[in-house]
């Protein structure tokens, strides 16, 4: 049999939908973020980056590089194994500390990445409580949607952000059964926020359990860093809250965070967590340096903030079709899935501009976009060659700008 056929069928049938993903080969560069290089096929090239998750630039950050160098010359690389063989490296242990400490909650839990916390953690949790009910928001992530698939419970979908729907479904549940509501803090590609109290205030009346998605807004809302829960104080309110290191905190691994007993059940029971190696040692001191310094630092919010609405601004006033966004995420809408990838190739190639194109199933056919999102350190002058370049390629594409767009409608 030839099994290479299978292969070439289920890569052939992504080219036919524009769905094949390319990756650029990039090198970024410590100390001059955003710009990178890009190994072009005609050779290196100056690029800035205008897409990153290294929301804040913490992955250059010159303590939390020191962490990770000073750490990996005094301990070494790799764990050397699951923590039940190699107990736990000390800096994970401290990590787990400043967590707990950063969502005032009694313990927290890391695992390899925040995709592997969602699918491990909710599954666990589902399956550790009988005929669990899973009340899932119709935005969650895929690694929420796996933990779901995974943990073989019921689940039940309520439409995004719609209170009112997860009520009407609260309500039809019986009242006996345990319950868990999944949703995210911060959507993050419409930029959008969760109404958090309003879900808290669900739960309570209909005895649910919540876990939060806070991976978009850890290290960059609240006044330390502790995501929209703190900012908007429902932090005590929330059972779980789950996060990433390799975001804003610019390093790699995901935990949950909530009372010591349910923790300890997950550690307990998760295979996700117990049957892999644990992080390198040198890679949880320099996440414990990224959040202790976004703890204290307001810097890095307020300039981030700053530069999101100075973005908007300047493609606004630009006549560029800017989507409404809450937060430091910046949508341009596109609305065609081959126009959006030649819209990127474009601004690459034309103007070492790299955005990655955001087309289906990322988001819904139609609302394909470039999702844009500025750093502390994306100055104006930036700023301007940006909305330069993209009225340029909008030009050339012949995109339709906002007056357009508002017409149309
Ligand atoms: C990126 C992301 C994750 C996964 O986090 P990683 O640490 O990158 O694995 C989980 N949830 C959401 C909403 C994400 O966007």
């Known amino acids: 049999m030839d099994y290479n056929v299978f292969f070439d069928r289920a890569l052939g049938q992504l080219h036919d939908e524009r769905r094949y993903r390319v990756f650029a080969d990039l090198e970024r560069l410590a100390g001059r973020y955003p710009h990178a290089i890009w190994h072009s096929p005609e050779g290196p090239r100056d690029v800035v980056i205008w897409c990153s998750n290294d929301y804040l630039g913490m992955a250059q950050h010159p303590k939390v590089v020191g962490a990770m160098v000073e750490t990996a010359a005094r301990m070494g690389t790799g764990a050397g194994g699951t923590r039940n063989i190699a107990g736990t490296n000390h800096p994970l242990i401290e990590l787990e500390r400043e967590l707990a400490t950063l969502h005032g909650k009694e313990a927290s839990l890391v695992f390899t990445s925040g995709y592997v916390s969602n ?39 309520w439409r995004h952000n719609d209170v009112a729907h997860l009520e009407q479904l609260l309500r039809a549940a019986d009242p006996d059964r345990p319950k868990l509501i999944l949703c995210e803090s911060l ?30 807004a850890v290290g960059m809302y609240g006044p330390h860093g502790g995501g929209i829960s703190e900012r908007d104080g ?3 309110r929330i059972d779980i809250l789950e996060g990433t290191l390799a975001k804003a905190f610019g390093c790699l691994g995901g935990y949950i965070a909530a009372n010591a007993n349910l923790i300890d059940a997950v550690r307990s029971y998760a295979p ?63 609305g065609d899935p081959e126009k959006c990838k030649m819209a ?27 999702r844009i999102t500025p750093s502390p350190y994306h100055d104006d002058a930036l700023i301007d060659r940006l909305a330069e370049a993209l009225v340029d390629v909008w030009d050339q594409l012949m995109l339709p700008r906002q007056s357009q767009v508002l017409a149309a409608e």
């Open 234 to 236: 429902a932090t005590a």
């Open 344 to 370: 990127c190739d474009l601004l690459l190639s034309d103007y070492g501009i790299y955005i990655q194109p955001i087309n289906y199933p990322t988001v819904p056919r139609g609302l394909e976009r470039l």
């Open 187 to 216: 959507y993050s590609m419409d930029g959008d926020v969760a109404p958090l109290h309003k879900i808290c205030d669900l739960a309570e009346r209909y005895g649910a359990l919540t876990y939060v998605d806070e991976v978009h």
């Open 119 to 157: 699918e491990t953690g909710i599954s666990t949790i589902a399956k550790l409580l009988p005929n669990c009910l899973l009340l899932s928001d119709a935005l969650n992530h895929n690694s929420m949607i796996e933990g779901v698939r995974k943990s073989g419970t019921e689940k039940q979908v």
């Open 272 to 334: 996700g967590f117990i049957f892999t190696t644990a992080l390198p040692p040198a890679v949880c001191a320099a996440a414990t340096a990224a959040i202790r310094h976004l703890k204290s630092s307001q810097w890095e919010r307020d300039r981030h903030q700053d530069r999101a609405a100075r973005l908007k601004s300047v493609l606004n006033a630009a006549r560029l079709p800017v989507m409404p966004s809450d937060t430091h995420i910046v949508p341009l809408h596109v």
